[in-house]
């Protein structure tokens, strides 16, 4: 070797020691560092919600959870080797409780972009849902135009996809922000909305209970719904775990089967989901 190029060796060896020495995180981050930590815990922490079943259902009685999300969570738990831990809160918080460590993942959350500087999104959705609306009986609503209308009021839960739908396509139209559900619910019973945006799983749901219109208008916007985790070093192998999970799931049918007794199950009728759809 020439004395130039041992000259250039020694400075490219001195530049990776500077680098390492400098951030020794990156040099020697362990990527199972988040699923040791919740080895260690004996928990996962998951995210539950009031007013969103047949994903969550709290016993009044008892105050213990069930419902889809819940049984995949608990799947997860189950691989893992610890339980679960239900930590009550609201679609609009979750990138909160990601930041202050109150939640290790959540289920059946749509890919933000905004949430996603805080949030690593599983690219793999559990399931395919589609945006809906839900009105009063015998009103249903054809084409998103239908609603993008200034005399037009729809209501939204604070904080969720379902408000950047609506505010994305229904810029003239008036709309209503409230905290969940249940309120939004409130909002159309009482006259001071003509429609609400929801997943089109929900909005049946939501028929089921309170009687009304549910309608996939079209242009039909397909909605994935996928896993969630925090931003922090050493999740790639919670993320990995995580895919091939979900992969496991939906190539062998049993996402699918459990997402369709669940609705058979309260009675939901899937009929009015669109001949080309599929979740």
Do not use: H
């Not at 069930?66 to 609009?92: C, H, M, Q, R």
């Not at 505010?167 to 909305?193: C, F, S, W, Y």
């Amino acid at each position: 070797m020439s004395f130039f190029g041992k000259i250039l060796r020694a400075c490219a060896l001195g530049a990776a020691v500077a680098i390492a020495a400098w951030n020794p995180a990156v040099a020697q981050e362990n990527p199972s560092a988040v699923i040791d930590q919740i080895r260690a815990s004996g928990e996962l922490k998951i995210p539950v919600m009031i007013g969103e079943e047949p994903g969550y259902i709290k016993d009044p009685a008892t105050g213990a959870w069930s419902g889809f999300y819940v049984d995949f969570l608990t799947d997860v738990a189950n691989e893992l080797g610890v339980k679960i831990t239900p930590v009550e809160t609201t679609w609009g918080n979750l990138a909160a409780d990601f930041q202050s460590n109150k939640i290790d993942v959540a289920i059946g959350v749509n890919p933000n972009p905004k949430r996603g500087l805080v949030i690593d999104y599983l690219w793999e959705p559990i399931f395919t849902d589609a945006w809906g609306v839900f009105a009063p009986k015998g009103k249903p609503v054809a084409t998103w135009a239908e609603l993008n209308a200034p005399e037009k009021t729809v209501v939204v839960q604070k904080g969720s996809t379902m408000q950047i739908v609506a505010e994305a396509l229904l810029p003239k139209a008036k709309i209503t922000v409230v905290e969940d559900r249940n309120l939004a619910i409130m909002e159309l019973q009482a006259g001071r909305a003509d429609a609400m945006v929801q997943s089109i799983f929900d909005a049946l749901q939501i028929a089921k209970q309170v009687g009304g219109e549910v309608s996939v208008p079209e242009p039909m916007l397909r909605n994935p719904a996928t896993l969630a985790v925090a931003r922090k070093p050493g999740n790639a192998g919670f993320i990995n775990f995580l895919t091939n999970w979900i992969q496991q799931q939906r190539s062998l049918g049993l996402a699918q089967g459990r997402l369709a007794k669940a609705w058979e199950d309260r009675g939901i009728d899937l009929s009015i989901l669109p001949a080309n759809f599929s979740f």
